[in-house]
C-alpha cells in the first residue's frame, strides 16, 4: 500500500510562484517513477511532468520552461516547482506514484497509486 499527500496548493496572482509536494510513505521507494497532473471540471486530466527513478523527467509543452519537477528520495517526497503562472494555470492538482515509467497521458497512469490533490487558484 502507498499514501501520496499532496501539500502545497492555495492562491496566486499571475506571474507569481508555486510550489507543490507530494509526500509519498508505504510500501514505495526511489525505484517508482512519479509525475503531477492537473483537473479542471469538465475537462481532461492533463499531465504536466513525470520523473523517473533515474532523475529522468519529460514536460508538457503548456509548462514547459515554467514548471521543474524534482524528487528528494531521502524524503520520498516529490515536488513541483510552478513560476511565472498563469490563470489558465488554475486546476487541482494531483500526484502519481508507479512501479514503472510512465508517459505524460493520465490513462497510462490508471494504476498508480494517487493523492488527494490540491487546489491551485491564479487570479489575473
Known amino acids: 500500500q502507498v499514501e501520496l499527500v499532496v501539500s502545497g496548493g492555495g492562491s496566486v496572482q499571475a506571474g507569481g510562484s508555486l510550489i507543490l509536494s507530494c509526500r509519498a510513505s508505504?510500501?514505495?521507494?526511489?525505484?517508482?517513477?512519479m509525475a503531477w497532473f492537473r483537473q479542471v471540471p469538465e475537462k481532461e486530466r492533463e499531465g504536466l511532468a513525470t520523473?523517473?527513478?533515474?532523475?529522468?523527467?519529460n514536460y508538457a509543452d503548456s509548462v514547459k520552461g515554467r514548471f521543474n519537477i524534482s524528487r528528494d528520495n531521502t524524503k520520498n517526497t516529490l515536488y513541483l516547482q510552478m513560476n511565472s503562472l498563469e490563470p489558465e494555470d488554475t486546476a487541482m492538482y494531483l500526484c502519481?506514484?508507479?512501479?514503472?515509467?510512465?508517459?505524460?497521458?493520465?490513462?497510462?497512469?490508471?494504476?498508480?497509486?494517487w493523492g488527494q490533490g490540491t487546489q491551485v487558484t491564479v487570479s489575473s
Open positions: 508505504g510500501n514505495i521507494d526511489s525505484t517508482y517513477s
Open positions: 502519481a506514484a508507479d512501479v514503472q515509467s510512465r508517459g505524460l497521458w493520465w490513462g497510462y497512469w490508471k494504476g498508480a497509486w
Open positions: 520523473i523517473d527513478s533515474d532523475g529522468k523527467t
